[in-house]
């Protein structure tokens, strides 16, 4: 009796085996019929979950294509934390760190556009000194010829410590010249030159294409 059962299961495994590999719509069904609990049907609170999930990441993937459509080699995107109602100009926290490659001082971009460097890093965070904040100071260059320039942060950063023989005009594009950064990253634009109050240089005022607490998704220097 013992070996008519086993002989019994043991053709059945052989069956079963065969229309699992070659039969899998009978293997299918066969395997529903064995263990209907393997086709308990989907949560829909899961689902709507999961849902969500993806809309999210959707959005965080639509607001980098928008801010920086053009991710350039050696660089790394990251978002920018929200600190509404706050809306502090002189830095912002971000969602890459440590784990990610982030180092401190390196530069950080908005589009092509230089607006700080790393100060502080976290395993998964990093906070980005902004220039406008009042401690921020970079050597720059301004206008087609290049003339010396120090950026001075603040809620109104300006370029000061220009030679008075400069040739300025409204509208000269600011690049940075510091070497602990990449050459030549766009900073802004100068307005208003005028003659500093010790009368020994020109300066002026910057003017920027961003709103520093828009911006919701940043380039990070590797």
């Given amino acids: ?3 008519n059962n086993s002989w019994f299961i043991g053709c059945c495994i052989v069956i079963l085996l065969f229309l699992i590999f070659f039969e899998p719509s009978y293997g299918w069904r066969l395997r529903q019929w064995i263990s209907p609990q393997n086709t308990i049907q989907a949560d829909p609170n899961s689902l709507n ?3 969500i999930s ?14 920086i459509p053009n991710i350039q080699q050696g660089y790394i995107p990251a978002m920018v934390y929200s ?17 990610e490659g982030v180092k401190v001082g390196k530069a950080v971009l908005f589009g092509n556009i230089f607006i700080g460097q790393v100060i502080n890093v976290f ?5 980005v000194q902004t220039i406008f904040d009042g401690d921020f100071k970079m050597p720059v260059r301004v206008g087609s010829s290049g003339y ?18 400069a040739s300025l ?15 030549g990253l766009p900073v802004g634009v100068i307005r208003d030159v005028s003659i500093s109050k010790d009368n020994l240089f020109e300066e002026a005022t910057v003017n920027f294409s961003y709103d520093i607490n828009s911006i919701q998704a940043v380039l990070i220097e590797k």
């Fill in 49 to 51: 979950a999961e849902n």
């Fill in 169 to 183: 005009t409204n509208g000269d594009v600011i690049v940075s010249a510091d070497s602990n950064f990449p050459y």
């Fill in 148 to 165: 010396d320039a120090l950026l001075i942060g603040g809620a109104y950063p300006k370029a000061g410590s220009i030679s008075k023989k």
């Fill in 1 to 3: 009796m013992k070996k």
């Fill in 83 to 99: 600190r509404y109602p706050m809306n502090f100009k002189n830095e912002i926290l971000v969602n890459m760190g440590t784990n």
């Fill in 54 to 67: 993806l809309k999210a990441q959707l959005a965080e993937l639509q607001a980098i294509q928008s801010e």
């Fill in 123 to 127: 395993p998964d965070s990093a906070l």
